[in-house]
């Protein structure tokens, strides 16, 4: 595990983006996994700034999302579909057909997360994921748990994220506590993994997953068995490093 403490959100926004767009650059038809969440949007506007400079081009990129939420329609504002369009892919020229996010209407969810697992495996895999880390430890929706889930699945939100989810939506109740995820495996099939995080709130997150054994109650801990992957988090993350 790679650990670049930078000096803030927009240094941590850098070094993601030159670590993807290098990448893209070297494989004009990579396979990327997206985040979403409020820690990717700096390195969002960047890759933007980047394809509009011309130094990358997404025709040819593949893009795979780690998760959505359950019972939300793509169109709602607060769906994840929605975030990926409003914050990167609508933005660059990358072909709708590209792009991968899971179905939070799906009516046979099993079948969604199993055809989910199969147009990755067809795609070649995801070559560079990027993750966010959840004040609980979390990965894509990954949970603290008893076990490590392994495979794309619906998961029960947990309270504490809940509750982190809810100052985007106007009432506690609209808020969903459901959500399909890509599983622990799935995400550490990815070639390369850069896990990003920002600010005080995600320093004992970071503390853990860094520090700690590996245990599935911080989710984030697998990512030491990974043979490739980098942790950009801003001096306040890094904390109590
Ligand atoms: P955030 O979410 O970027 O909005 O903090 C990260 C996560 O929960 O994975």
Known sequence: MKLIITRDYEEMSRRAADIVISHMVQKPDMVLGLATGSTPEGLYQKLIEAYRGGTIDFSNVRTFNLDEYYGIDEDND????????????????????????????????????????????????????????????????????????????????????????????????????????????TIMKARKIILIASGEGKAEAIYRAVKCEIHPMVPASILHVHPDVTVIVDEEAASKL
């Open 78 to 185: 607060q769906s994840y579909h929605y975030f990926m369009k409003e914050k990167l892919l609508d933005h660059v020229n990358i072909p709708m057909e590209n792009t991968h996010i899971l179905d939070g209407m799906a009516e046979d969810v099993h079948a969604e997360c199993m055809d989910y697992e199969r147009r990755i495996d067809e795609a070649g895999g995801i070559d560079l994921q990027i993750l966010g880390i959840g004040k609980n430890g979390h990965i894509g929706f990954n949970e603290p748990g008893d076990v490590f889930i392994r495979r794309t699945h619906l998961v029960d939100l947990d309270q504490e994220t809940i509750q982190a989810n809810s100052r985007f939506f106007t009432c506690k109740e609209e808020v969903p506590t459901q959500a399909l995820t890509m599983g622990i495996e």
